[in-house]
């Protein structure tokens, strides 16, 4: 494979890292969110709690409790609804880290080929000038030797 199509496919897989990063992050972000929308629904509930109470203590009519209790009954459900979607923000970011690693290993091994095929030019290269100053010096010695 030529070198030039070695480093169109690491420029690819470059973009595709930093792509992947970018997903990375955004379902990071995503997952804090979440977790700060859970702290808002979970400290809502806590001081619903607290004025259920404060109006219980000051009397309260059955209806009246009826209703403060079915919408305390609604906010559980919604936080057992808000945990569930959490594993998926969790799976989110967990895929997306598995993502960017193995393109990041690919872009790593692409890097490594390339360096590998520069070095082996490059000592190709050092053979044949060695080659040609042995040669060069074979040469003067000759003519050296005729005169």
Sequence with gaps: MAD?????ILEITKDDEHKASLALSNARIERENYYEQLKQIEQYRLDYCKQLSARGQQGLSASSYGHLQKFLCQLD???VKQKEAGMQFEEQVEQCSEH????????????????????????????????????????QFARKTRH
């Design 100 to 139: 960017w690693n193995e393109v990041r290993k690919k872009r790593r091994s692409i890097e490594w080929l390339l360096e590998k095929k520069q070095n082996e030019q490059q000592q190709l290269r050092d053979k044949q000038e060695q080659k040609m100053m042995d040669e060069f010096a074979t040469l």
């Design 4 to 8: 030039n199509a070695l480093e169109l």
């Design 77 to 79: 459900e919604t936080l």
